[in-house]
């Protein structure tokens, strides 16, 4: 069951306009930018959720085995009855995992999924109405960043707060933390948030093995963000498709390549759209310039450590109940109390 959900279309191509054009209209010589969430249309989610399948991309699954060795652990925690709630949900691949665990103990589940792409909501209402009858699906079509948003608290429940997938890689420290607070301010004592992020390389193990142990590598890392198959490349063209039909923009994909590269000292994946040749762009009534080689940095994916992760829950108004991370430490997923 489904029930209805807001939409907000004009307000989005606002945003995107903004936002493209703050990221755009940079002196010559100064990083041009577009923020990550452009690339989530219709196509762009499609194309995220291949990428959840590649072989390179090891966070989904990785995520997807802790919290299906976990979530009964993970529901008995919260004690009492739940309702999910879920930012950034998109298809809400991995969250059956969790509703199905909920249902152990309560007959009906609340899912309020939010989400930027409305196609990503419509396909998790509809996947999960199907496989779960006790599952009520309530969801909203926001950008939780720049948008409000609601959290339901039916009566004598919990709200378990999900917020997985390394979504808040997204990023900058900064605003990591003012995201968690703004969640926060929703929860009261007892609610719990769950957050799921990527893991940095381990430090010396370059080449991904040592004493017969999986470690995780640089290279590990970058094959994520650069698969053979192409998909990611595909993945970080798709932005500038989607400006153009939002935007009537007339980039041309094909002139733009895909880089993935490691920062170390910002403990970052970036990516990049380069400039093949020098070109013009229209957008907006402007012409943007671009150098032959110029990049549009079109993403940053924060890597943590345990004890980054925990630090960023304590400061935002969380306490961990549980910490989880597979053998080989690519990826970790902590339930946090509201406190
Ligand atoms: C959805 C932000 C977690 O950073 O790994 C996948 C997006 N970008 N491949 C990530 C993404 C390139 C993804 N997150």
Redesign the pocket.
Known sequence: MTRATIDSTATLRDAILREALEGLLKPAGEQKSLP?WLFYDERGSAL?EQ?TTLPE?Y?TRTERSLLAAHADEIIAQMGVPVTLAELGAGTAAKTGLLLRAALHSQPEVLYQPIDVSASALREAAETLGAEFPGVIVAPQVANYITEAFTIERPAQQRVLALYI???I??FPPAEQLAILRKLRAHLVPGDALLLGV?LAPTPGQENGRTNGHAHKSVTTLLAA?DDAAGV?AA?NRNMLVHLNRELGSDFDPARFLHRALWNAAQSR?E?HLVSDGAQTVHLGGHAIHFADGETIHS?N?CKFTVETVLTLLARSGFKPALSLTDPAGFFSVTLATAS
């Open positions: 990550a995220f990428i991309y966070l997938g390394s979504s890689g997204n990527d963000y990611t993945f994946i990516m993403e994916s």
